[in-house]
Protein backbone atom coordinates (compact mmCIF):
# COMPACT_ATOMS: atom_id res chain seq x y z
CA UNK A 1 0.00 0.00 0.00
CA UNK A 2 1.77 3.44 -0.95
CA UNK A 3 1.96 6.27 1.27
CA UNK A 4 -0.40 8.33 -0.27
CA UNK A 5 -3.20 5.99 0.61
CA UNK A 6 -2.56 5.22 3.86
CA UNK A 7 -1.98 8.87 4.37
CA UNK A 8 -5.85 9.43 2.96
CA UNK A 9 -7.01 6.15 5.15
CA UNK A 10 -6.09 7.92 8.49
CA UNK A 11 -7.88 10.78 7.79
CA UNK A 12 -11.03 8.69 6.82
CA UNK A 13 -10.75 6.92 10.18
CA UNK A 14 -11.74 9.73 11.64
CA UNK A 15 -9.49 10.55 14.83
CA UNK A 16 -6.02 10.70 14.69
CA UNK A 17 -5.01 7.84 15.48
CA UNK A 18 -2.50 8.99 18.77
CA UNK A 19 -5.28 9.94 20.83
CA UNK A 20 -7.39 7.00 19.63
CA UNK A 21 -4.69 4.90 21.20
CA UNK A 22 -3.69 7.12 23.99
CA UNK A 23 -5.02 5.00 26.73
CA UNK A 24 -3.15 1.45 25.25
CA UNK A 25 0.31 3.75 25.39
CA UNK A 26 -0.79 4.88 29.44
CA UNK A 27 -0.76 1.11 29.84
CA UNK A 28 2.58 -0.05 28.37
CA UNK A 29 4.33 2.87 30.12
CA UNK A 30 2.53 2.04 33.38
CA UNK A 31 5.00 -1.02 34.62
CA UNK A 32 8.08 1.39 33.92
CA UNK A 33 6.69 3.99 35.69
CA UNK A 34 5.63 1.79 38.74
CA UNK A 35 9.35 0.53 38.59
CA UNK A 36 10.59 3.65 38.47
CA UNK A 37 8.70 4.86 41.12
CA UNK A 38 9.69 1.85 43.97
CA UNK A 39 13.02 1.65 43.00
CA UNK A 40 14.60 4.50 41.55
CA UNK A 41 12.01 8.04 43.01
CA UNK A 42 11.80 6.59 46.13
CA UNK A 43 14.97 5.69 47.19
CA UNK A 44 16.62 8.84 45.45
CA UNK A 45 13.87 10.85 48.34
CA UNK A 46 14.55 8.21 50.96
CA UNK A 47 18.71 9.12 50.48
CA UNK A 48 17.96 13.23 50.96
CA UNK A 49 15.57 11.83 53.80
CA UNK A 50 18.45 10.15 55.63
CA UNK A 51 20.84 12.60 55.08
CA UNK A 52 19.05 14.31 57.64
CA UNK A 53 19.36 11.66 60.52
CA UNK A 54 21.94 10.08 62.21
CA UNK A 55 22.19 6.08 61.85
CA UNK A 56 23.86 3.66 63.21
CA UNK A 57 24.45 0.89 60.23
CA UNK A 58 25.07 -2.32 62.47
CA UNK A 59 21.19 -1.56 63.68
CA UNK A 60 19.93 0.51 61.57
CA UNK A 61 18.62 2.67 64.44
CA UNK A 62 18.57 6.73 63.85
CA UNK A 63 17.89 9.85 65.24
CA UNK A 64 17.05 13.10 63.73
CA UNK A 65 19.65 15.70 63.39
CA UNK A 66 18.23 18.03 61.12
CA UNK A 67 21.27 20.12 58.83
CA UNK A 68 23.97 18.87 61.50
CA UNK A 69 25.29 16.28 58.34
CA UNK A 70 25.77 18.82 55.92
CA UNK A 71 27.65 21.13 58.36
CA UNK A 72 29.92 18.41 59.65
CA UNK A 73 30.70 17.32 55.83
CA UNK A 74 31.17 21.13 54.88
CA UNK A 75 33.50 21.84 57.56
CA UNK A 76 35.21 18.76 57.68
CA UNK A 77 38.79 18.04 55.80
CA UNK A 78 38.11 14.88 54.55
CA UNK A 79 35.25 16.19 52.29
CA UNK A 80 37.16 18.74 50.57
CA UNK A 81 40.30 16.22 50.64
CA UNK A 82 38.72 13.87 49.09
CA UNK A 83 36.55 16.34 46.53
CA UNK A 84 40.15 17.68 45.52
CA UNK A 85 41.47 14.03 44.90
CA UNK A 86 38.02 13.19 43.09
CA UNK A 87 39.22 16.13 40.96
CA UNK A 88 42.38 15.47 40.22
CA UNK A 89 41.52 11.57 38.97
CA UNK A 90 38.58 12.55 36.99
CA UNK A 91 40.57 15.52 34.71
CA UNK A 92 43.40 13.28 34.84
CA UNK A 93 41.98 10.29 33.71
CA UNK A 94 39.60 11.68 31.33
CA UNK A 95 42.29 13.75 29.64
CA UNK A 96 43.84 10.91 28.57
CA UNK A 97 41.01 9.19 27.67
CA UNK A 98 40.19 11.94 25.27
CA UNK A 99 43.99 12.01 24.27
CA UNK A 100 44.52 8.34 23.36
CA UNK A 101 40.68 7.99 22.64
CA UNK A 102 41.11 10.54 19.25
CA UNK A 103 44.26 9.36 18.27
CA UNK A 104 43.53 5.42 18.22
CA UNK A 105 39.87 6.30 16.39
CA UNK A 106 41.96 8.66 13.82
CA UNK A 107 44.57 5.47 13.38
CA UNK A 108 41.67 2.87 12.97
CA UNK A 109 39.91 5.03 10.51
CA UNK A 110 43.42 4.47 8.18
CA UNK A 111 43.23 1.36 5.59
CA UNK A 112 45.02 -1.27 7.04
CA UNK A 113 44.59 -5.06 6.83
CA UNK A 114 42.05 -6.86 9.36
CA UNK A 115 41.01 -3.29 10.44
CA UNK A 116 37.37 -4.64 11.26
CA UNK A 117 39.48 -6.95 13.65
CA UNK A 118 42.05 -4.43 15.04
CA UNK A 119 38.53 -2.56 15.99
CA UNK A 120 36.84 -4.63 18.08
CA UNK A 121 39.56 -5.87 19.87
CA UNK A 122 40.66 -2.21 21.13
CA UNK A 123 36.94 -2.71 22.48
CA UNK A 124 38.17 -4.77 25.22
CA UNK A 125 38.80 -3.30 28.00
CA UNK A 126 35.80 -1.01 27.80
CA UNK A 127 33.37 -4.26 27.84
CA UNK A 128 35.77 -6.47 30.28
CA UNK A 129 34.46 -6.37 33.93
CA UNK A 130 36.46 -3.44 36.14
CA UNK A 131 37.24 -6.86 38.42
CA UNK A 132 39.34 -8.77 35.89
CA UNK A 133 41.03 -5.39 34.84
CA UNK A 134 41.78 -4.72 38.27
CA UNK A 135 42.87 -7.92 38.74
CA UNK A 136 44.93 -8.09 35.45
CA UNK A 137 46.66 -4.33 36.48
CA UNK A 138 47.63 -5.02 39.99
CA UNK A 139 49.22 -8.47 38.49
CA UNK A 140 51.15 -6.35 36.30
CA UNK A 141 51.72 -4.03 39.14
CA UNK A 142 53.33 -6.73 41.08
CA UNK A 143 56.27 -5.83 43.36
CA UNK A 144 58.60 -8.84 42.03
CA UNK A 145 56.94 -10.97 39.44
CA UNK A 146 54.68 -8.20 38.17
CA UNK A 147 55.76 -7.60 34.74
CA UNK A 148 56.23 -3.78 34.71
CA UNK A 149 58.69 -4.37 37.44
CA UNK A 150 60.41 -6.89 35.77
CA UNK A 151 60.77 -5.44 32.43
CA UNK A 152 62.48 -2.03 34.38
CA UNK A 153 64.77 -3.86 35.95
CA UNK A 154 65.25 -5.86 32.70
CA UNK A 155 65.79 -2.96 31.35
CA UNK A 156 68.63 -1.23 33.66
CA UNK A 157 65.79 1.93 33.93
CA UNK A 158 66.09 1.56 37.24
CA UNK A 159 67.05 -0.94 40.03
CA UNK A 160 64.87 -0.56 42.05
CA UNK A 161 61.27 -2.24 41.38
CA UNK A 162 58.69 0.60 41.45
CA UNK A 163 55.57 0.56 44.20
CA UNK A 164 53.04 0.95 41.16
CA UNK A 165 50.38 1.50 44.35
CA UNK A 166 51.52 1.89 47.35
CA UNK A 167 52.61 5.40 47.82
CA UNK A 168 52.30 8.50 45.92
CA UNK A 169 52.03 10.11 43.41
CA UNK A 170 52.52 6.77 42.19
CA UNK A 171 49.01 5.32 43.32
CA UNK A 172 47.48 8.54 41.59
CA UNK A 173 49.47 7.75 38.33
CA UNK A 174 48.58 4.33 38.26
CA UNK A 175 44.81 4.68 38.97
CA UNK A 176 44.32 7.51 36.23
CA UNK A 177 46.25 4.98 34.03
CA UNK A 178 44.33 2.03 34.23
CA UNK A 179 41.23 4.20 33.98
CA UNK A 180 42.42 5.82 30.97
CA UNK A 181 42.95 1.87 29.50
CA UNK A 182 39.71 0.78 30.51
CA UNK A 183 37.25 3.40 29.54
CA UNK A 184 39.14 5.30 26.15
CA UNK A 185 37.41 2.96 23.83
CA UNK A 186 34.37 4.93 24.48
CA UNK A 187 35.91 8.25 23.51
CA UNK A 188 37.34 5.36 20.11
CA UNK A 189 33.78 4.18 19.14
CA UNK A 190 31.90 7.46 19.31
CA UNK A 191 34.60 9.42 17.67
CA UNK A 192 35.35 7.05 14.61
CA UNK A 193 31.69 6.57 13.91
CA UNK A 194 32.04 10.81 13.83
CA UNK A 195 34.82 10.55 11.73
CA UNK A 196 33.66 7.81 9.21
CA UNK A 197 30.67 10.99 8.14
CA UNK A 198 33.06 13.73 7.71
CA UNK A 199 32.81 14.45 4.15
CA UNK A 200 35.68 14.37 2.09
CA UNK A 201 35.74 17.18 -0.18
CA UNK A 202 36.57 19.17 3.10
CA UNK A 203 40.00 17.21 2.93
CA UNK A 204 40.21 17.63 -0.59
CA UNK A 205 39.93 21.59 -0.24
CA UNK A 206 42.11 21.66 2.35
CA UNK A 207 44.88 19.64 0.19
CA UNK A 208 44.31 22.05 -2.78
CA UNK A 209 44.97 25.01 -0.24
CA UNK A 210 48.08 23.03 0.34
CA UNK A 211 46.87 21.93 4.18
CA UNK A 212 50.05 19.55 5.76
CA UNK A 213 48.61 16.81 8.12
CA UNK A 214 49.07 18.41 11.16
CA UNK A 215 46.48 21.61 9.65
CA UNK A 216 44.14 19.32 8.43
CA UNK A 217 43.44 17.67 11.84
CA UNK A 218 42.90 20.98 13.22
CA UNK A 219 41.47 22.95 10.88
CA UNK A 220 39.29 20.12 9.48
CA UNK A 221 38.91 17.31 11.82
CA UNK A 222 38.99 18.81 15.02
CA UNK A 223 36.37 21.31 14.35
CA UNK A 224 33.69 18.40 12.67
CA UNK A 225 34.16 16.65 15.95
CA UNK A 226 33.88 19.38 18.11
CA UNK A 227 29.92 18.08 18.92
CA UNK A 228 30.55 15.09 19.64
CA UNK A 229 33.80 15.59 21.96
CA UNK A 230 31.42 17.72 24.42
CA UNK A 231 29.02 14.79 24.73
CA UNK A 232 31.45 12.61 25.72
CA UNK A 233 33.87 14.76 28.09
CA UNK A 234 30.04 15.40 29.69
CA UNK A 235 29.02 11.54 29.58
CA UNK A 236 32.52 10.67 31.04
CA UNK A 237 32.74 13.56 33.54
CA UNK A 238 29.85 12.15 34.65
CA UNK A 239 30.48 8.51 34.81
CA UNK A 240 34.24 9.04 35.57
CA UNK A 241 34.07 11.54 38.85
CA UNK A 242 31.70 8.50 40.64
CA UNK A 243 33.71 5.69 39.35
CA UNK A 244 34.23 3.53 42.84
CA UNK A 245 35.16 -0.30 41.22
CA UNK A 246 38.08 1.06 39.65
CA UNK A 247 39.80 2.89 42.19
CA UNK A 248 38.35 1.18 45.77
CA UNK A 249 39.94 -2.47 43.97
CA UNK A 250 43.06 -0.92 43.10
CA UNK A 251 44.27 0.76 46.03
CA UNK A 252 41.22 0.98 48.36
CA UNK A 253 41.43 4.39 48.69
CA UNK A 254 45.11 3.88 50.03
CA UNK A 255 47.88 4.54 50.59
CA UNK A 256 46.14 6.40 53.70
CA UNK A 257 43.64 8.21 52.19
CA UNK A 258 45.37 9.90 48.98
CA UNK A 259 43.17 8.26 46.39
CA UNK A 260 39.85 8.13 48.81
CA UNK A 261 37.77 9.82 46.36
CA UNK A 262 34.32 10.53 47.13
CA UNK A 263 32.36 7.85 46.35
CA UNK A 264 35.28 5.64 48.25
CA UNK A 265 34.47 8.18 51.49
CA UNK A 266 30.57 7.20 51.25
CA UNK A 267 31.44 3.75 51.54
CA UNK A 268 33.82 4.00 54.31
CA UNK A 269 31.22 6.29 56.22
CA UNK A 270 28.65 3.96 55.76
CA UNK A 271 30.33 0.30 56.88
CA UNK A 272 33.59 1.48 57.41
CA UNK A 273 32.64 4.15 60.57
CA UNK A 274 28.84 2.67 60.45
CA UNK A 275 27.70 6.08 60.01
CA UNK A 276 24.86 5.62 57.44
CA UNK A 277 23.06 8.92 57.56
CA UNK A 278 26.42 10.76 57.47
CA UNK A 279 27.34 8.70 54.15
CA UNK A 280 23.73 9.50 52.53
CA UNK A 281 25.08 13.31 53.47
CA UNK A 282 28.21 12.24 51.01
CA UNK A 283 25.99 10.49 48.48
CA UNK A 284 23.73 13.69 47.95
CA UNK A 285 26.92 16.07 47.47
CA UNK A 286 27.79 14.05 45.32
CA UNK A 287 24.50 14.28 43.35
CA UNK A 288 25.14 18.08 43.87
CA UNK A 289 28.65 18.47 42.16
CA UNK A 290 27.44 15.83 39.35
CA UNK A 291 24.09 17.78 38.90
CA UNK A 292 25.59 20.58 37.36
CA UNK A 293 27.10 17.94 34.36
CA UNK A 294 24.15 16.18 34.21
CA UNK A 295 21.70 19.41 33.59
CA UNK A 296 23.89 20.38 30.84
CA UNK A 297 23.83 17.16 28.64
CA UNK A 298 20.00 16.77 29.59
CA UNK A 299 19.64 20.62 28.24
CA UNK A 300 21.90 19.70 25.49
CA UNK A 301 20.63 16.61 23.99
CA UNK A 302 16.97 18.77 24.55
CA UNK A 303 18.16 21.08 22.41
CA UNK A 304 19.99 19.42 19.67
CA UNK A 305 17.17 16.70 18.94
CA UNK A 306 14.49 19.74 18.73
CA UNK A 307 12.16 19.59 22.04
CA UNK A 308 12.61 15.45 22.51
CA UNK A 309 15.66 14.44 24.27
CA UNK B 1 49.53 10.98 -1.64
CA UNK B 2 48.25 11.00 -5.24
CA UNK B 3 51.26 8.60 -6.57
CA UNK B 4 50.50 4.62 -5.51
CA UNK B 5 52.70 3.82 -2.82
CA UNK B 6 52.85 0.23 -2.47
CA UNK B 7 54.61 0.10 1.01
CA UNK B 8 52.33 2.03 2.35
CA UNK B 9 49.88 0.09 3.40
CA UNK B 10 51.76 -2.85 4.95
CA UNK B 11 53.81 -0.15 6.93
CA UNK B 12 51.28 1.48 8.54
CA UNK B 13 49.25 -1.98 9.26
CA UNK B 14 52.35 -2.80 11.00
CA UNK B 15 52.56 0.17 13.13
CA UNK B 16 47.94 0.25 14.02
CA UNK B 17 48.72 -3.23 14.87
CA UNK B 18 51.56 -2.97 17.13
CA UNK B 19 49.76 -0.31 19.03
CA UNK B 20 46.74 -2.52 19.12
CA UNK B 21 48.63 -5.58 20.62
CA UNK B 22 49.83 -2.95 23.37
CA UNK B 23 46.35 -1.71 24.34
CA UNK B 24 45.22 -5.23 24.19
CA UNK B 25 48.63 -6.62 26.24
CA UNK B 26 46.76 -6.79 29.60
CA UNK B 27 44.63 -9.22 28.42
CA UNK B 28 46.82 -11.07 26.38
CA UNK B 29 48.88 -11.46 29.23
CA UNK B 30 46.25 -12.82 31.54
CA UNK B 31 45.30 -15.14 29.28
CA UNK B 32 48.97 -16.12 29.09
CA UNK B 33 49.59 -16.43 32.82
CA UNK B 34 46.29 -18.07 32.89
CA UNK B 35 47.89 -21.37 31.38
CA UNK B 36 51.47 -21.28 32.70
CA UNK B 37 52.04 -23.74 35.63
CA UNK B 38 52.48 -21.86 39.44
CA UNK B 39 56.30 -22.17 39.50
CA UNK B 40 57.24 -20.51 36.37
CA UNK B 41 55.07 -17.36 37.46
CA UNK B 42 58.57 -16.92 39.80
CA UNK B 43 61.01 -18.00 37.69
CA UNK B 44 64.46 -15.59 37.36
CA UNK B 45 65.03 -14.50 34.58
CA UNK B 46 61.06 -14.11 33.99
CA UNK B 47 59.48 -16.21 30.67
CA UNK B 48 57.03 -14.49 28.68
CA UNK B 49 55.93 -17.49 26.85
CA UNK B 50 54.63 -20.51 28.36
CA UNK B 51 57.90 -23.28 28.16
CA UNK B 52 54.74 -25.65 28.63
CA UNK B 53 51.12 -25.18 28.54
CA UNK B 54 48.42 -26.48 31.64
CA UNK B 55 45.06 -26.34 32.58
CA UNK B 56 45.40 -27.15 35.83
CA UNK B 57 44.90 -23.71 37.03
CA UNK B 58 41.26 -24.06 35.18
CA UNK B 59 40.80 -27.48 37.03
CA UNK B 60 41.39 -26.03 40.44
CA UNK B 61 39.07 -23.37 39.87
CA UNK B 62 36.06 -25.54 38.68
CA UNK B 63 36.93 -28.26 41.02
CA UNK B 64 38.16 -26.92 44.39
CA UNK B 65 36.80 -23.13 44.77
CA UNK B 66 33.41 -21.84 45.05
CA UNK B 67 33.47 -20.07 41.41
CA UNK B 68 30.61 -22.63 39.71
CA UNK B 69 28.43 -21.62 42.83
CA UNK B 70 29.48 -17.48 41.57
CA UNK B 71 28.71 -18.13 37.85
CA UNK B 72 25.64 -19.87 38.31
CA UNK B 73 24.42 -16.97 40.42
CA UNK B 74 25.94 -14.33 37.81
CA UNK B 75 23.72 -16.19 35.34
CA UNK B 76 20.73 -16.33 37.47
CA UNK B 77 20.86 -12.47 38.10
CA UNK B 78 21.95 -11.50 35.03
CA UNK B 79 19.94 -13.62 33.00
CA UNK B 80 16.87 -12.88 35.21
CA UNK B 81 17.13 -8.87 34.90
CA UNK B 82 17.70 -9.16 31.64
CA UNK B 83 14.55 -10.43 30.77
CA UNK B 84 12.85 -7.75 32.99
CA UNK B 85 14.18 -5.04 31.73
CA UNK B 86 13.64 -5.91 28.41
CA UNK B 87 9.63 -7.03 28.57
CA UNK B 88 9.43 -3.39 29.93
CA UNK B 89 11.57 -1.44 28.60
CA UNK B 90 9.94 -2.67 24.95
CA UNK B 91 6.51 -1.90 26.11
CA UNK B 92 7.95 1.53 27.49
CA UNK B 93 10.11 2.49 24.52
CA UNK B 94 7.30 1.45 22.02
CA UNK B 95 4.87 3.80 24.22
CA UNK B 96 7.27 6.62 23.66
CA UNK B 97 7.68 6.33 20.29
CA UNK B 98 4.50 5.26 18.64
CA UNK B 99 1.56 7.24 21.10
CA UNK B 100 0.74 10.56 22.39
CA UNK B 101 -0.45 10.88 25.71
CA UNK B 102 -0.21 14.36 28.16
CA UNK B 103 3.47 13.96 30.13
CA UNK B 104 5.02 11.90 27.62
CA UNK B 105 8.02 14.07 26.64
CA UNK B 106 8.38 14.44 30.78
CA UNK B 107 8.49 10.70 31.02
CA UNK B 108 11.48 10.52 28.43
CA UNK B 109 13.30 13.50 29.81
CA UNK B 110 13.06 11.18 33.52
CA UNK B 111 14.12 8.26 31.82
CA UNK B 112 17.27 10.05 30.59
CA UNK B 113 18.05 11.49 33.62
CA UNK B 114 17.79 8.50 35.16
CA UNK B 115 20.30 7.08 33.58
CA UNK B 116 23.03 9.43 34.76
CA UNK B 117 22.00 8.82 38.40
CA UNK B 118 25.03 7.93 39.92
CA UNK B 119 24.17 4.22 41.96
CA UNK B 120 26.01 5.78 44.55
CA UNK B 121 23.10 7.86 45.57
CA UNK B 122 20.83 4.82 45.44
CA UNK B 123 22.69 1.94 47.37
CA UNK B 124 22.15 2.84 51.05
CA UNK B 125 17.99 3.63 50.91
CA UNK B 126 17.74 0.19 48.73
CA UNK B 127 19.95 -1.46 51.27
CA UNK B 128 17.66 -0.33 54.28
CA UNK B 129 15.10 -1.12 51.92
CA UNK B 130 15.91 -4.54 51.19
CA UNK B 131 16.55 -5.21 54.46
CA UNK B 132 12.97 -4.08 55.66
CA UNK B 133 11.23 -5.77 52.88
CA UNK B 134 13.40 -8.75 54.03
CA UNK B 135 15.09 -10.04 50.71
CA UNK B 136 18.55 -8.51 51.40
CA UNK B 137 21.35 -10.98 50.76
CA UNK B 138 19.02 -12.87 48.35
CA UNK B 139 19.60 -13.19 44.26
CA UNK B 140 16.55 -10.95 43.83
CA UNK B 141 17.66 -8.20 46.00
CA UNK B 142 20.30 -7.76 43.02
CA UNK B 143 18.10 -8.24 40.27
CA UNK B 144 15.86 -4.89 41.67
CA UNK B 145 18.86 -3.12 42.22
CA UNK B 146 20.27 -3.53 38.74
CA UNK B 147 17.08 -2.83 37.39
CA UNK B 148 17.62 0.83 38.83
CA UNK B 149 20.53 1.11 36.26
CA UNK B 150 19.64 -1.02 33.53
CA UNK B 151 16.14 -0.09 33.02
CA UNK B 152 16.76 3.39 31.85
CA UNK B 153 19.57 2.46 30.07
CA UNK B 154 17.66 -0.08 27.92
CA UNK B 155 14.90 2.55 27.67
CA UNK B 156 16.88 4.44 26.12
CA UNK B 157 18.46 2.31 24.13
CA UNK B 158 15.17 1.11 22.71
CA UNK B 159 13.64 4.42 22.33
CA UNK B 160 16.48 5.68 19.69
CA UNK B 161 16.18 2.13 17.95
CA UNK B 162 12.29 2.42 17.92
CA UNK B 163 12.39 6.11 17.27
CA UNK B 164 14.72 5.40 13.93
CA UNK B 165 11.55 2.80 12.79
CA UNK B 166 10.00 3.54 9.68
CA UNK B 167 5.78 3.53 10.93
CA UNK B 168 4.12 3.42 7.27
CA UNK B 169 4.01 -0.85 7.75
CA UNK B 170 2.12 -0.29 10.88
CA UNK B 171 -0.19 2.37 9.65
CA UNK B 172 -0.49 -0.47 6.33
CA UNK B 173 -1.17 -3.02 9.27
CA UNK B 174 -3.73 -0.71 11.29
CA UNK B 175 -5.70 0.23 8.15
CA UNK B 176 -6.13 -3.28 6.88
CA UNK B 177 -7.74 -4.02 10.30
CA UNK B 178 -4.99 -5.26 12.77
CA UNK B 179 -5.49 -4.18 16.54
CA UNK B 180 -3.32 -2.00 17.65
CA UNK B 181 -1.30 -4.93 19.79
CA UNK B 182 -1.58 -7.14 17.04
CA UNK B 183 0.15 -4.61 14.78
CA UNK B 184 2.98 -4.18 17.83
CA UNK B 185 3.15 -8.47 17.55
CA UNK B 186 3.44 -8.75 13.86
CA UNK B 187 4.98 -5.69 12.19
CA UNK B 188 6.30 -3.44 15.43
CA UNK B 189 8.37 -6.27 16.94
CA UNK B 190 9.91 -8.12 13.93
CA UNK B 191 11.31 -4.84 12.81
CA UNK B 192 12.33 -4.23 16.06
CA UNK B 193 14.41 -7.81 16.44
CA UNK B 194 18.17 -6.34 16.22
CA UNK B 195 17.83 -3.49 18.62
CA UNK B 196 16.14 -5.65 21.52
CA UNK B 197 19.05 -8.39 20.61
CA UNK B 198 21.47 -5.04 21.05
CA UNK B 199 19.71 -3.96 24.02
CA UNK B 200 19.74 -6.90 25.68
CA UNK B 201 23.54 -8.13 25.12
CA UNK B 202 23.77 -4.31 26.16
CA UNK B 203 22.17 -5.02 29.39
CA UNK B 204 23.69 -8.70 30.08
CA UNK B 205 26.68 -7.60 29.80
CA UNK B 206 26.53 -4.49 32.36
CA UNK B 207 24.39 -6.77 35.02
CA UNK B 208 27.36 -9.38 34.20
CA UNK B 209 29.69 -7.20 34.80
CA UNK B 210 28.61 -4.88 38.54
CA UNK B 211 30.53 -4.81 41.27
CA UNK B 212 29.56 -2.15 43.61
CA UNK B 213 26.04 -3.22 44.09
CA UNK B 214 26.87 -6.63 44.42
CA UNK B 215 29.74 -5.70 47.17
CA UNK B 216 26.86 -3.99 49.10
CA UNK B 217 23.97 -5.81 49.34
CA UNK B 218 24.96 -9.01 49.38
CA UNK B 219 27.70 -10.65 51.73
CA UNK B 220 26.80 -14.57 51.47
CA UNK B 221 28.42 -16.73 49.20
CA UNK B 222 24.62 -18.28 48.42
CA UNK B 223 23.97 -15.20 46.44
CA UNK B 224 27.30 -13.65 45.36
CA UNK B 225 27.96 -13.28 41.75
CA UNK B 226 31.21 -13.90 40.14
CA UNK B 227 32.54 -9.93 40.52
CA UNK B 228 32.58 -10.08 44.39
CA UNK B 229 33.27 -13.85 44.66
CA UNK B 230 36.67 -13.61 42.50
CA UNK B 231 37.87 -11.15 44.68
CA UNK B 232 36.42 -12.16 48.21
CA UNK B 233 39.01 -15.64 46.69
CA UNK B 234 41.87 -12.82 46.45
CA UNK B 235 41.39 -10.89 49.99
CA UNK B 236 40.79 -13.99 51.60
CA UNK B 237 43.87 -16.46 50.25
CA UNK B 238 47.08 -15.77 52.30
CA UNK B 239 48.65 -16.80 49.45
CA UNK B 240 47.70 -14.43 46.24
CA UNK B 241 47.18 -17.47 43.69
CA UNK B 242 48.09 -15.06 40.55
CA UNK B 243 47.54 -17.87 38.21
CA UNK B 244 44.13 -19.27 39.44
CA UNK B 245 43.06 -15.29 39.65
CA UNK B 246 44.16 -15.10 35.95
CA UNK B 247 42.07 -18.21 35.23
CA UNK B 248 38.87 -17.19 37.14
CA UNK B 249 39.60 -13.46 34.84
CA UNK B 250 39.68 -15.58 31.72
CA UNK B 251 36.50 -18.02 32.71
CA UNK B 252 34.11 -14.78 34.46
CA UNK B 253 34.84 -13.04 30.70
CA UNK B 254 33.76 -16.18 28.81
CA UNK B 255 29.71 -14.70 27.84
CA UNK B 256 32.11 -11.79 26.82
CA UNK B 257 34.32 -13.25 24.50
CA UNK B 258 31.25 -15.24 23.48
CA UNK B 259 29.29 -12.16 22.42
CA UNK B 260 32.37 -10.94 20.70
CA UNK B 261 32.87 -13.59 18.87
CA UNK B 262 29.13 -14.16 17.24
CA UNK B 263 27.23 -11.01 17.93
CA UNK B 264 30.13 -8.49 17.36
CA UNK B 265 27.50 -6.29 15.63
CA UNK B 266 24.98 -6.55 17.39
CA UNK B 267 27.44 -4.70 20.13
CA UNK B 268 28.34 -2.00 17.29
CA UNK B 269 24.82 -0.69 16.42
CA UNK B 270 24.11 -0.81 20.23
CA UNK B 271 26.74 1.71 20.94
CA UNK B 272 25.37 4.17 17.84
CA UNK B 273 22.30 4.34 19.93
CA UNK B 274 23.54 5.17 23.49
CA UNK B 275 22.95 8.85 22.57
CA UNK B 276 26.81 9.58 21.77
CA UNK B 277 26.11 10.79 18.60
CA UNK B 278 24.17 12.75 20.65
Known amino acids: ?309 | MTRPNYWKQPLVSLAVWAIVLIVIFPLIWMVITSVKPQTELFRIPATFWPTEITFEHYRTLLEKTAFLKYMRNSVIISTSTTILVITVAVLGAYSLTRFTYPGRERIAFLVLATYLLPSVVLVLPLYLMMVKVGIANSLFSLVVAYTTFALPYALWLLRSFMASMPEELEWAALVDGASRLGAFVDVVLPQAIPGIISTALFTFIVTWNEYFYALILVNTDEARPLTTGVITMLVTSFNIEWSLLMAAAVAMSLPLIIIFVFLQGYLVRGFAGTGVKG
Open chain 1, 1 to 309: MSAVTIEARKTTLGMSLPSQYALIGVLLIAPTLLIFALVIAYPLLEAIYLSFFSIYTPTLQGQWVGLENYRTMLSSQEFWKALGTNIVWTVGTLTLQVVFGIAMALLLNLNFYFRSLARSLVLFPYFVSTVVAVLVWRWMFNDTYGILNRAILASGLSDMPLDWLGSMPNAMISIILVGAWKYFPFVVIAVLARLQTIPSELYEAAHIDGAGPWSRFWDVTLPQLREVLIVIVLLRTIWDFKEFDLIYLLTGGGPVASTQTLPILVYKQAFGMNAMGKASTYAIGIMVVLLVFMVLYLYRTRRTKGGSP
